[in-house]
């Protein structure tokens, strides 16, 4: 089952829940109690090295089909 983020209006708290993704856009109540809470859009990020400077992965990398390899 997924995880989703939340952040409460209330006070603020951003925390997470456990639910099926039928039910990911539904507020949530907060560990304080306070209900209406929102979920929170995700956002991943990938952090990696360069080879000398370019723009490709310094190794493995998803082969040459993909936005990592312009051109």
């Known amino acids: 089952m997924p ?3 939340y952040r ?4 603020g708290s951003v925390f997470e829940v456990r639910r099926p993704m039928s039910e990911s856009g ?3 109540v ?7 809470a929102r979920r929170l ?3 991943f990020a990938a ?3 360069t080879d000398q400077g370019t723009s490709t992965p310094a ?3 998803c082969g040459g089909a993909c936005a990592c390899h312009p051109g």
């Open 26 to 28: 539904e507020p949530a």
């Open 47 to 49: 952090v990696g090295g």
């Open 30 to 36: 907060c560990p304080d109690g306070h209900e209406g």
């Open 3 to 5: 995880l989703y983020d």
């Open 8 to 11: 409460c209006g209330t006070c």
């Open 59 to 61: 190794s493995g990398g």
């Open 41 to 43: 859009l995700s956002v």
